[in-house]
């Protein structure tokens, strides 16, 4: 709060009106689906919600806010309580979060105050992550990897990705993962070629490529994580670039620091796999954030220029895809530290035969 207060005074703002779950989450400890939030530069906090909320705002914000419970509209709750908030004349909005509608309320019924869009305002203080988040976070990477680790013995050619997914979500929520942060790609032979494919009916076949990319939730704090293994005996070919893939992220991790810019860290993999002829196969980003979303800030992108701060959490995951044929990923959690990269996802690299 304290660092929002410098931000909003920096830019000139008496306030900011926060639409973003994960932002109000982060502000407040709020984990339900419903709120809006007005955060002043002196260090005030609104928080209006409906009456599903009642209990649960009690228990998770306490006398953090001001908690108003809307028995109408959450708009209506808020026009009137931001005047009772001092000195409150040019407010900012998210203006990556409003939609049309909402922002057509502000010129309407929030006419008496000046609004003026921010862009990453909470996001910004979210990539430096504390020592609770850091632990969320490697609770989740401990789900993770014991849910792949149960997953993989049940795994056999004849099965649908599908049912391997079945399998693997069945696991994540054994091991105590709240939710799927995203939909599990599993993805197996030539689909595997594809970096984001539906999870789909297609049949595991021997000799095929096996793609696992998912992840866990804890506390509201993801973990991202994939591994490639084989279905029956690997190909002298699935041997090479699974190698290669391998030892890209092995240098990524170990050479990845606090101060580099992300484009930087972005062409130490990059740079590696293009030495060994397969530039051309890794069309992706090397990573991004991780924290209350999946995918936040900061970029390991060919075009990220932003310097790498101390204390985020990023993914680091190379990969090479040929169309019809196959495709490797290696991805895991790194924590960016004063001292080496410290790797939250304990899980092998080793090309691993299942089924």
Same mark, same amino acid.
């Given at each position: ?8 005074g ?6 900011v ?11 407040t400890?709020?984990?339900?689906s ?5 955060a002043t530069a002196?260090?005030e906090?609104l928080?209006?919600?409906?009456f ?10 306490g006398?953090?806010?001001?908690v108003?419970?809307e028995?109408q509209s ?6 009137q ?9 040019v407010?900012g909005?998210?203006s ?5 509608r ?11 105050w000046?609004w ?5 305002l909470?996001e910004?203080?979210?990539?430096r992550?504390d020592?609770?988040?850091l632990a969320?976070?490697?609770? &989740?990477a =401990? %789900? #993770?990897?014991?849910a792949?680790? $149960?997953?993989l ?5 004849g099965l649908?990705e599908?049912?391997v ?8 929520r ?15 032979g030539?689909r595997?070629?594809l ?5 789909s ?8 490529f096996?793609?696992l990319d998912?992840?866990a939730?804890?506390?509201g704090?993801?973990?991202d994580?994939?591994?490639t ?7 002298d070919e699935?041997?090479?670039?699974y190698?290669?893939v391998?030892?890209?992220?092995e240098?990524?991790?170990g050479?990845v620091?606090?101060?580099m810019r992300?484009r930087d &860290?972005? =062409? %130490? #993999?990059?740079?590696y796999i293009? $030495? ?8 992706h980003?090397?990573?991004h ?11 390991l992108?060919?075009?990220a ?6 204390g ?14 196959g495709?490797?990923r ?5 924590h ?8 939250l996802?304990h899980f092998?690299?080793e090309?691993?035969?299942v089924g």
């Amino acid at each position: 709060m304290a660092a929002l207060a410098d931000a909003l005074g920096a830019l000139g703002l008496d306030g900011v009106l926060l639409t973003s779950a994960p932002n109000i989450r982060y502000l407040t400890g709020f984990s339900g689906s419903s709120a809006l939030v007005f955060a002043t530069a002196r260090g005030e906090l609104l928080f209006v919600t409906d009456f599903r909320y009642k209990t649960q705002a009690a228990e998770e914000i306490g006398d953090l806010a001001r908690v108003v419970v809307e028995g109408q509209s959450l708009w209506t709750g808020l026009w009137q309580h931001i005047p009772s908030l001092a000195s409150v004349e040019v407010a900012g909005f998210e203006s990556a979060h409003l939609v049309h509608r909402d922002f057509q309320r502000l010129l309407e019924a929030g006419a008496r105050w000046q609004w003026r869009p921010t862009v990453d305002l909470v996001e910004s203080l979210r990539e430096r992550k504390d020592a609770d988040e850091l632990a969320h976070i490697t609770a &989740a990477a =401990a %789900v #993770a990897t014991r849910a792949l680790g $149960r997953t993989l013995p049940q795994v056999k050619a004849g099965l649908a990705e599908l049912e391997v997914a079945g399998v693997l979500e069945h696991a994540l929520r054994a091991e105590g993962s709240e939710t799927f942060p995203f939909p599990s790609i599993v993805a197996s032979g030539p689909r595997s070629a594809l970096p984001h494919a539906a999870t789909s009916s297609r049949t595991l076949q021997r000799g095929d490529f096996l793609l696992l990319d998912f992840g866990a939730s804890v506390a509201g704090y993801c973990a991202d994580i994939t591994r490639t293994v084989v279905v029956g005996p690997p190909s002298d070919e699935q041997r090479e670039v699974y190698g290669v893939v391998r030892a890209a992220n092995e240098v990524a991790a170990g050479a990845v620091r606090p101060g580099m810019r992300g484009r930087d &860290a972005d =062409a %130490v #993999a990059r740079d590696y796999i293009d $030495r060994r002829g397969y530039g051309d196969a890794f069309g992706h980003s090397l990573g991004h954030g991780l924290g209350l979303e999946v995918h936040e800030a900061p970029r390991l992108s060919r075009t990220a220029e932003a310097v790498l701060a101390v204390g985020t959490v990023v993914t680091i995951e190379p990969g090479i895809y040929r169309p019809g044929w196959g495709g490797v990923r290696i991805e895991d959690d790194v924590h960016l530290s004063t001292g080496a990269a410290d790797v939250l996802t304990h899980f092998t690299r080793e090309l691993l035969v299942v089924g």
